[in-house]
């Protein structure tokens, strides 16, 4: 298998690897924007991004650390999670094609 | 008759300033450095992670809330409260800076926005900042989650880092059950309750997070309090300046027209330090420092 290139990196906060669509969410009154099984970006999350975080497959953030909102919520949900890569909302495209291995931290394109 | 001061003319008395005081509000002036204060671990300084302005924990408080997570929380999210509470005064306040003289309301605006500053520096940096250091081990979190590290590095032989916190160390903090056996079977009785009560001790630490991010939400206006008080008032102080710049020393001018282009939470604190007070009208800044004078605990 040919090795992916990683195209960001960022802190392990939930462990597991998942292929998804990128959907940028900056504010959470673009909820309606995720499909289930999408991947979430976004600066960091707060509570109004819950019926979002309930749709990802996983999530990937610009700020945040170990015990940040993101990173509890999804070892809580058992979803990978990658916080603190400082710009994925700024690198990844909607619908772009990605695959989070939240156990190195890395974000690889398809 | 007693001179009246401008906050006064908004419904600030000296009986509402002494309410706030005695509730605990603790507004200090001027904004100075801290030299003691955590930087990040990469040395950015970040809203969650650090600030030069802000008080920190105590020793006697770092001490007790190691020893009780459970009132690290309980005195967390009582401040939250009252946070919330002081927030939302000030905000009603600046509403009725519409009736108030040109001059006048640039001094209750900037009067206004100082008081959220400091109320705002001292619950995010003296309390909510120490949520997310779990890599400073002399923090409350930071002492337990050291604890789950070297245990972790006792049963596996490896050293989990910010960057490299390996599966099973993840699979540790989220109380994996297949984990938690394995780590039972392997530590001793007395290192297998060390662990335990370490992970009892960051769950507080994660329900205080996740608490006071739902305390701070405004469900109705879906924004949180920052966002929903204290942006709007520092964006209708911008605009009064943008309209009347004669309220400003033309040589501060400059100065002030870069700090308004800056983030809100940068802008705001770089707008409250001296060498920006001081581009201010000479009265504008006087009244200024008059009003916060009265909110300065003595």
């Not at chain 1, 996983?58 to 990978?80: F, K, M, N, Q």
């Amino acid at each position: 298998m040919p090795k992916q290139k990683i195209i960001l990196k960022g802190i392990p906060a939930s462990t597991g690897v998942m292929k998804g669509k990128v959907k940028i969410i900056l504010d959470p009154s673009d909820n309606s924007k995720m499909r289930k099984g999408d991947i979430l970006v976004t600066e960091m999350t707060n509570p109004l991004f819950v019926p979002a975080i309930q749709k990802a497959k996983a999530i990937v953030t610009d700020v945040g650390g170990l015990l940040s909102h993101a990173a509890i919520v999804s070892r809580e949900l058992g979803i990978p999670c990658v916080v603190g890569t400082k710009k994925a909302t700024k690198i990844l495209k909607d619908n772009q094609k990605i695959i989070v291995n939240a156990t190195k931290g890395e974000i690889y394109e398809v | 008759m007693r001179y009246k001061t401008i906050l006064e003319k908004i419904g600030i008395s000296d009986e509402v300033v002494k309410k706030w005081k005695k509730k605990g509000l603790k507004i200090t002036y001027p904004t100075e450095k801290n030299p003691h204060y955590l930087k990040s671990a990469d040395g950015e300084a970040f809203v969650e992670n650090a600030d030069k302005f802000v008080p920190p924990l105590t020793k006697q408080e770092t001490k007790l809330y190691i020893k009780h997570p459970e009132k690290f929380k309980e005195d967390f999210l009582k401040n939250v409260r009252f946070f919330k509470k002081f927030c939302n005064f000030v905000y009603k306040k600046q509403k009725r800076t519409e009736g108030l003289k040109r001059k006048d309301k640039i001094v209750a605006l900037l009067s206004l926005i100082y008081l959220f500053q400091r109320a705002m520096d001292y619950h995010y940096y003296h309390w909510d900042r120490y949520l997310v250091y779990e890599d400073y081990p002399q923090t409350p979190v930071g002492y337990w989650w050291k604890k789950i590290k070297d245990l972790y590095t006792k049963v596996t032989r490896k050293k989990a880092s910010k960057k490299n916190p390996f599966e099973g160390f993840l699979k540790l903090v989220a109380r994996d059950k297949e984990i938690l056996k394995e780590f039972r079977e392997k530590l001793s009785k007395n290192d297998f309750l060390i662990l335990k009560k370490a992970l009892q001790a960051i769950k507080i630490f994660e329900d205080a997070q996740q608490k006071e991010i739902e305390m701070l939400m405004d469900y109705e206006r879906k924004i949180d309090v920052l966002k929903g008080t204290g942006f709007p008032m520092l964006d209708k102080f911008w605009k009064e300046i943008k309209r009347h710049p004669e309220f400003t020393r033309k040589e501060g001018r400059a100065k002030i027209k870069t700090i308004m282009r800056l983030h809100p939470i940068i802008g705001a604190r770089r707008l409250l330090l001296a060498p920006a007070l001081k581009c201010f009208d000479k009265e504008i800044f006087s009244q200024f420092q008059k009003e916060i004078k009265r909110w300065v605990k003595r």
